[in-house]
Each structure stands twice: as C-alpha cells, then as structure tokens.
C-alpha cells in the first residue's frame, strides 16, 4: 500500500518569507497528490493539487511541484501572511489507494 | 452549493458503548469517504463508497466499525463497542466521482471516549 512521508512537521517562518513542504510516497501507481489546509477546529479544505502529467502548477502564491522519478512532490507559499498559518496536508492517490502525510503546522509570525 | 453535513459535531461516550455518525454529502456527488483524524495526525481512509457499494474498506476495524449508504445518498458510520483509541473527529466528504477529483469535507464528528 501506499507510504506518504511529509517534512518538516512544523514550520515558522516570518511574514513575507516563502514556505516550503515536501511529500514523499512509495506508490509509483500514484497519480494525483492533492494538499489541503485545515485550520484549527475547521474541516480540511482543498488548496492545489497536481495530476501526475504535470510538474508544476501555480494558483498566485501558491505553487506545487512534482518529481514522478523521485516520488516526491513539494508546496511551495510565496509572500506568507498571518492568515496562512494552519495545518497543511499532502496526499497520494491513485490504484483506488490513497494516504495523507501526518501534517505539517506552519506558523506565520507578523 | 450546500456543503457536505455531519451530524453530531461532538459526542462523549464511555467505552463500551455505541455510537454513530451521520453525513449527507453534497447533492449528485456519487462517492463518499469516512476518514478518521487522530489528533496531530493526518486523515485515514477508513471506508469509501461509490454510489452504494463499498469501494474500499481495507483499514476499516471491521470487528468494531460499520458503515452503509444503502440508498446511495448519505451515510452512517457505527462504533460498536467504542474503545479510548477511538477518540477522533471523523470526517466525512465527498466527490463527483472517485478518488482522483476534488474531495469536499464536512466539518467533522469529535468523539471522546472516556
């Protein structure tokens, strides 16, 4: 079945610095890897995903990148602000399996 | 659009006994997934369904946990009986078709488990 390891676990950086959180997975019939942001006591929300025939895709600050050989994927946040901090998901998906990493908090200090 | 419902939100049972959960997904979406989150954890799959069969259930506690859909709509998830482990939010979502598409989570049930 699918592994999905996700770095760092925790993140703080200042406001207007990037972020970057990496993904891992062992499941080369992987084929979709979605991140979602879930905010304190709130429900996992959607940010960016990226399908396994691209390898970049940019939605304004937000970005991710996607290395097929290296099963690794990666979200990147430009300009950070205070309202980005929240927990930050990836998942793997793909052959009807489909696992979250274990999170990463990323904090936003003003 | 009306967002995917869950109900209760919180529950607080003592272990040993049993409780469930209901969700209704967004209107048309055919597939729905239960997932539990343990605190400082990421969701886990435990049972999807497509219309109403089961898709994938393989990390599903079969001997305690049961889920149905049975006319292909909303769904309840069961614990029978509950043990301290199982103290999570379970959430349930959503999605047009399967896996690959976007999933739309409700707001989750908090279960304490004393």
């Known amino acids: 079945g699918e592994n999905v390891e996700q770095h760092p676990s925790t993140l703080s950086v200042q406001e207007g610095d990037s972020a970057v959180i990496k993904c891992t997975y062992s499941d080369s019939a992987s084929n979709y890897f979605p991140w979602y942001k879930q905010e304190l006591g709130k429900r996992p929300q959607l940010i960016i995903d990226?399908?396994?025939?691209?390898g970049e895709k940019k939605d304004q600050r937000i970005a991710v990148t996607l290395n097929k050989t290296a099963k690794h994927f990666s979200l990147h946040i430009t300009e950070t602000q205070p309202e980005d901090s929240a927990v930050y998901f990836c998942?793997?998906?793909?052959?009807?399996?489909?696992?979250f990493g274990a999170g990463t908090r990323l904090t936003v200090k003003p | 659009e009306a967002g995917v419902a869950q109900s209760p939100r919180y529950k607080i049972i003592e272990k040993r006994q049993s409780v469930a959960f209901w969700c209704n997904p967004i209107?048309?979406?055919?597939?729905l997934y239960w997932y539990q989150q343990i605190l400082g954890q990421g969701p886990k799959l435990l049972i999807q369904?497509?219309?109403?069969?089961?898709?994938?259930d393989s990390q599903l506690p079969k001997d305690r946990f049961s889920a149905e859909r049975l006319k292909g709509v909303d769904s309840t998830l069961k614990i029978q009986p509950a043990k301290l482990e199982d103290s999570a939010v379970y959430l349930c979502?959503?999605?047009?078709?399967?896996?690959?598409?976007?999933?739309?989570f409700g707001p989750g049930t908090r279960l304490l488990v004393l």
């Open positions: 369904f497509q219309n109403n069969g089961v898709v994938d």
């Open positions: 979502a959503s999605s047009s078709q399967g896996q690959e598409e976007t999933q739309y």
């Open positions: 209107s048309g979406h055919a597939t």
């Open positions: 998942a793997a998906i793909g052959n009807n399996d489909m696992r």
């Open positions: 990226i399908r396994s025939n691209v």
